[in-house]
């Protein structure tokens, strides 16, 4: 077991988490850095977070049987591909751009970049996983006991992967936000 894994860890080791210690998550808004970049980007996370909730109630519900299978498919359809489709491409952002920049900025913390990079390609595969699980609720709509069975698994791994985001989403904004907040946005964009 690796315990910087993401689905094994609680959060950062502390040692990465040096920065968070001058720049605590409740002090984030009141500091003058905060406008602009860490706002877009919390902005996206909060869109994430937002789109799995949505997806995991309207799953509940047609578990209950209280939304038309033809409905639930169309908004799973709709939030799934603004889900998979802007995670996958703030997460190339971030590997390409963002994190090799900001991990030049304390050594102390590099690795913490190396950490999140690999939390994305474990996302990758959950996703992918995501998409299958989906596809299988969509396409069993015409048969209701095909369609609870199916609705049943992809709501529990739906759970799974709403976790493991959260963490990962977590450590990076302790990570990365106060970076950008100690020696500010310039020259990411």
């Known amino acids: 077991m690796n315990n910087l894994a993401l ?4 959060k950062l080791p502390d040692a990465l988490r040096v920065l968070l210690e001058d ?13 602009g970049l860490v706002r877009f980007w919390l902005d996206r996370h909060l869109m994430f977070r937002r789109l799995m ?3 995991g109630s309207a799953t509940e519900v047609l578990l ?7 409905r639930y498919a169309a908004t799973l359809s709709r939030y799934g591909g603004m889900f998979v ?13 963002y994190f090799p920049k900001l991990a030049t900025k304390d050594k102390r913390i590099q690795k913490g970049f190396d950490i999140l990079d690999k939390d994305h390609h474990d996302l990758d595969a959950l996703l992918s996983d995501f998409v299958g699980g989906a596809n299988g609720v ?4 015409a048969d209701a006991a095909k369609l609870h069975e199916a609705a049943g698994k992809f709501h529990k791994e739906l759970r799974k992967l709403q976790g493991l985001l959260d963490r990962h989403l977590v450590d990076e904004e302790e990570l990365v ?6 020696f500010g946005a ?4």
């Open 23 to 35: 720049y605590p998550r409740d002090g984030w808004e009141l500091d003058p850095g905060f406008d």
């Open 7 to 10: 689905a094994d860890r609680k």
């Open 138 to 141: 969509i396409h069993a709509s």
């Open 85 to 97: 489709n802007g995670l996958h491409e703030h997460h190339t952002i971030e590997d390409s751009y």
């Open 186 to 189: 310039a020259g990411l964009g």
């Open 64 to 70: 209950d049987s209280k939304i038309q299978p033809d």
């Open 177 to 182: 936000v106060p970076v950008i907040l100690r």
């Open 53 to 55: 909730s949505e997806m």
